[in-house]
């Protein structure tokens, strides 16, 4: 079945219809939400609370934009919403610094750590260009910015990313 019939039956609060969407999505949503997020069940909630307004919105839809554009700004939107709060709370966790044995982990885990540090929109164009492979107009819609804003903002992510890590490569391969 064609994503288009899939939605028209969500719209019409079909259940197996928006079980088919959680099947579709599920996935690709949480891996985004845990790269933004970096802790399992903040990336959990972020996705139960994404399928909630999805639930509660899918009559919005209007078929102007692709499903997945529309469904990974809730997301966004959601995971901004609990760093926001986290922030207020003054609970943000530390990324991860214990030592990793193997050079392919540690140049993983010097990415990650590296990734992190980036400023919350620079590091969420990053993650949808990069790891979940949208394109720079999706993007722009997903985070309702201008396309000029989205390629600003991955070419300054390479840069930093390429200045924090250019010692950590060396490091990892002497």
């Given at each position: 079945?064609?994503?288009t019939?899939?939605?028209?039956r969500c ?13 579709l999505y ?5 891996r985004t939400a845990?790269?933004l ?6 990336a959990?909630?972020?996705?139960q609370?994404t ?8 009559g ?7 499903f997945?554009t529309?469904?990974?700004r809730?997301?966004?939107n959601?995971?901004?919403d ?13 990324p ?5 044995q ?5 140049l ?7 990734v992190?540090k980036l ?18 107009k999706?993007i ?15 070419y ?11 010692g ?5 391969v002497?």
């Amino acid at each position: 079945m064609d994503e288009t019939k899939i939605i028209r039956r969500c719209q019409e609060y079909d259940i197996d219809g928006f079980k088919m969407i959680y099947e579709l999505y599920q996935q690709p949503l949480l891996r985004t939400a845990l790269r933004l997020l970096k802790q399992q069940p903040d990336a959990e909630d972020a996705v139960q609370t994404t399928f909630v307004k999805l639930y509660n919105s899918i009559g919005n839809f209007k078929f102007q934009s692709k499903f997945s554009t529309y469904l990974f700004r809730i997301l966004i939107n959601t995971c901004f919403d609990i760093i926001d709060n986290k922030k207020k709370k003054g609970t943000i966790p530390l990324p991860d610094s214990d030592p990793v044995q193997q050079t392919n982990a540690q140049l993983r885990t010097a990415i990650e750590i590296a990734v992190e540090k980036l400023p919350a929109r620079m590091r969420t164009c990053f993650i949808l260009f990069a790891v979940e492979e949208f394109k720079q107009k999706e993007i722009a819609r997903i985070l309702d910015l201008s396309i000029g804003g989205v390629k600003a903002n991955i070419y300054q992510a390479k840069c930093r990313l390429r200045d924090m890590l250019s010692g950590s490569v060396r490091e990892a391969v002497v």
